[in-house]
């Protein structure tokens, strides 16, 4: 058995893969995927699917959920679960290799790693198939801060996973190749400094000077018109050194 959640939820057996139907059901699985090998309150588990004004009959439909969940869960031929009750609530507990989270986690690690040793090559592969794993949004109706945190976090990952996959590829000498994604990524996330100065980068080692320079000043123009900010060091770095033409 194998849960990912990186995505809408769902359980993968050999060749066999489980969608999750039932909107609250998924959430239930999700929030005790996040917090595995934790418990989690009775409390915590309601707010995460019904938010701050659950219904009357909600504990008694967490029980039903629950019941779904560990039948959802339970091995073909095994009568036993890996959510287990608590006195105030429950904890989901996932072997090696049984869930995509502890794989993207451990992929990052290993690309943070590579990178800051100079293993491009190593780190380029690491990153790719971190994001490999990673198949959309999660529930978008939950309601709790588990959730919503984890989704904060889910994002801010990705995003770093692109910073070091071109940051190893640029490593690598692969400047031109990168231009065309560098330029959306830094119309997708305009206040991400990283994608501007990796963009400017990729132009002027790509022989575009005037396209890098340009780069920049759509750069400065949006911090400030959105922040009110001036653009960071690294950023005027970079075009100080375009404009002195040095190679970098």
């Not at 701050?52 to 031929?77: C, F, H, M, T």
């Not at 036993?80 to 105030?88: F, I, R």
């Not at 690309?111 to 380029?124: M, T």
Request: hydrophobic share 40%; glycine share 8%; proline share 5%.
């Amino acid at each position: 058995m194998r849960l990912e959640i990186l995505g809408p939820v769902r359980v993968a057996n050999g060749n066999t893969i489980k969608a999750i139907g039932a909107q609250k059901v998924e959430i239930l699985l999700a929030t005790l995927a996040i917090r595995s090998g934790q418990v989690v309150s009775v409390d915590q588990l309601i707010t995460e699917i019904w938010g701050d004004e659950p219904p009357r009959s909600a504990i008694g439909s967490l029980y039903v959920y629950v019941s779904q969940v560990r039948k959802l869960l339970r091995e073909p031929g095994s009568t036993a679960s890996p959510v287990v009750t608590s006195p105030s609530g429950y904890m989901l507990t996932l072997g090696p290799g049984e869930f995509d989270l502890h794989d993207l986690t451990r992929l990052v690690k290993e690309g943070r790693v590579q990178l800051r040793n100079g293993e491009h090559e190593g780190a380029v592969r690491s990153f790719e198939e971190a994001l490999a794993l990673c198949r959309g949004p999660l529930p978008t109706a939950a309601r709790g801060p588990i959730l919503r945190g984890f989704q904060a976090w889910f994002d801010e990952i990705q995003l770093e996973c692109r910073e070091g996959q071109m940051e190893a590829h640029m490593a690598l000498g692969h400047h031109r190749e990168l231009v065309s994604d560098l330029y959306l990524l830094s119309t997708e996330h305009p206040l991400r400094e990283v994608f501007h100065r990796q963009l400017m980068l990729a132009l002027h080692r790509s022989d575009c000077r005037g396209d890098a320079l340009l780069a920049y000043h759509q750069a400065w123009r949006t911090l400030r018109e959105q922040l009110g900010v001036e653009p960071g060091p690294a950023l005027k770095d970079i075009q100080r050194s375009i404009l002195m033409d040095n190679g970098r």
